[in-house]
């Protein structure tokens, strides 16, 4: 047993000596702490290394992080590799499927179990083992608020199946056919087969989702190791990853690089650059918000929106493009994307390895052949994939993805046909008699951060059944919900302020017109103010409560899509400066 009777302050001790449990007597304190975990055979020799916690998310309820076992396993061996000595523990895990009423009413939850376990047990550097949509952002914001050093591991994309000799892969493929199926273009057969095939091995969605999304943005903040965001979950490459993520956690525990070191402003800036170069989920910005409040920086929507006029988008991944993330990854991943938009980066920002992104882009050496990710001179887009819409609809501000959007729709005035909240959509979507054309404007109220609550990804909204069968693709859709970034259309998200505490969405109705311009960057609701101001006075909105749990908290805490849906007490009270671009 250590001879030390230590008495120093929990807060300056390394360890297994970090944050000792109140008995009033450290010393005590750190031998009962010891004589536990020697019950699990540990050693002092192994005691006295740097201990390096490991978030894991591994669950049967998430097949997303279905290769945690072996992440695990590949972490330990680099940690032990490197001195330090591993200790797993379990958090939330999320997936999309699986999380009811919808993952984003759970990933401030997650956060805080990820803060707070980060806080409560000794460790001098974490991994957190990462990959559906909601966990990656869950966890750095939680691993943001502990303040330690912390790296990410994501989990990897899933391997791409066949149909009928058709690639495919989740969930953009998914929701394809899905809309097939409602045409009436493929039968009950051809769909049971397509969904023995979308999700052809563990890990996450395949195209550039939501977790592709903050996959590539962890990496552009830093918070992996090099090359971290595109190796499939069931490779090699993978494996090697998780090993080299332990080491690297180790070299962090050693030289304290925290966390608010690596995500600063520009840091940011840089995931903002990758998210519109990436054609990447709209989700991406609400997180990238959320992470950036728990260091007391504003994200600037008009500087994404400044940043996504110069920002082409260069890489050809479904649903901007054709590829998938396994193509990505051959094609070099990160590296060489980075490349191509090294001069619009900030490339003095610290990365997990101690280096700068410049350093590290120089590192990866002068790339190869490929036709993922296109040259800056031939993009797939010419701006970047998100747009930020303003107008009276919208005060607060609200995004279309237009690299996926029909263009002959982002120039478009038409009637709105208005649902009032979800339940009221699947009733009538596909009714007969919905008065409803291909050029009308689809409004879905109360879906926003309080309305659902969650924010669900409801804000795409389904073609009407009477319009699918006619062969209508897309039509201008708008809500204050999400969306999955696996989807595509002219949807108009993240209206701000909701509906359901008193934003103009709220008082939309049947047949009221609404402009979308997105070369204006507008979405106006064309009615008189003398009129809305009657709707106002004759239907005040009472905001949403809960009796009690987490709903409670929920509902009296969550802040607007701008502030990243995140609780408002979880932000850091210091402002720290905002993202200019
Ligand atoms: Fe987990 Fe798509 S459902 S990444």
């Known amino acids: ?283 991406g910005i609400v997180h990238l918000a959320a992470i950036a409040g728990r260091l007391g920086i504003d994200i600037d929507l008009k500087a994404l929106d400044r940043m996504g006029r110069e920002t082409p988008v260069l890489l050809d991944l479904k649903p901007s493009g054709q590829h998938y993330m396994e193509d990505f990854h051959k094609a070099g991943g990160m590296a060489t994307l980075l490349r191509e938009l090294k001069p619009l980066l900030k490339l003095n920002a610290l990365t997990v390895t101690g280096r700068s992104l410049g350093e590290e882009i120089d590192l990866a050496g002068p790339g190869f052949g490929q036709d993922v990710v296109r040259p800056v001179a031939d993009p797939i887009y010419p701006q970047g994939g998100i747009a930020v819409l303003e107008g009276n609809l919208a005060p607060g501000g609200a995004i279309i993805k237009q690299s996926s959007a029909d263009p002959g729709l982002m120039e478009h005035e038409g009637r709105a046909v208005v649902f009032e909240n979800a339940a009221d959509l699947a009733n009538r979507i596909d009714a007969d008699d919905l008065d409803v054309n291909a050029d009308d404007i689809l409004v879905l109220k109360n879906i926003g951060p309080k309305g659902a609550p969650g924010m669900p990804e409801a804000g795409y909204i389904p073609i009407p059944k009477k319009l699918a069968i006619k062969g209508v693709k897309d039509i201008v859709r708008i809500s204050d919900g999400r969306m999955s970034g696996t989807a595509f259309g002219t949807i108009v998200l993240h209206v701000t302020p909701e509906s359901a505490i008193g934003g103009p969405l709220a008082y939309v109705r049947n047949g009221d017109r609404i402009r979308l311009s997105v070369k204006n960057r507008e979405i106006s609701l064309l009615v008189a103010e003398s009129e809305m101001a009657r709707r106002h006075a004759a239907m005040p909105i009472v905001p949403p409560t809960a009796e009690r749990g987490y709903k409670k908290l929920f509902l009296q805490s969550v802040t607007q899509a701008d502030k990243g849906v995140d609780f408002d007490f979880l932000r850091a009270p210091e402002a720290n400066g905002k993202t200019s671009g």
């Open 1 to 283: 047993m250590s001879k030390s009777k230590s008495s120093t302050p929990a807060t300056d001790a390394a360890g297994l000596r970090k944050g000792l449990t109140s008995y009033g007597d450290n010393g005590f304190s750190l031998f009962l702490r010891k004589a536990f975990i020697k019950g699990a055979g540990y050693s002092d020799s192994a005691l006295d290394r740097p201990v390096i916690g490991i978030a894991n998310t591994g669950s049967a309820y998430n097949p997303c992080h279905g290769n945690a076992p072996q992440l695990m396993e590949a972490v330990k061996r680099g940690i032990m590799l490197a001195g330090g000595l591993p200790m797993d523990f379990p958090t939330i895990s999320i997936h999309e499927s699986f999380a009811y009423p919808t993952s984003m009413y759970l990933r401030n939850l997650m956060s805080m179990d990820t803060e707070e376990m980060i806080r409560a047990q000794p460790m001098d550097a974490v991994v957190l083992i990462g990959g559906c949509d909601k966990t990656v952002p869950a966890q750095l914001m939680g691993a943001a608020s502990a303040g330690i050093p912390a790296i990410q591991l994501i989990t990897g994309s899933m391997l791409t199946g066949s149909h009928r000799s058709e690639r495919v892969g989740a969930c953009t493929d998914c929701r394809r056919y899905w809309g097939k199926y409602r045409a009436e273009e493929i039968d009950d057969q051809e769909i049971a087969d397509v969904n023995n095939q979308l999700v052809a091995s563990v890990g996450t969605c395949s195209v550039m989702g939501t977790a592709s999304t903050m996959a590539c943005i962890a990496e552009a903040l830093g918070m992996t190791v090099p090359g971290g965001a595109t190796p499939p979950a069931v490779t090699a490459d993978r494996m090697r990853i998780a090993e080299l993520t332990g080491a690297q956690a180790v070299s962090l525990a050693r030289s304290g690089l925290t966390i608010d070191k690596i995500l600063t402003a520009d840091a940011l800036e840089n995931a903002m650059r990758v998210l519109l170069a990436i054609g990447g989920s709209t989700n």
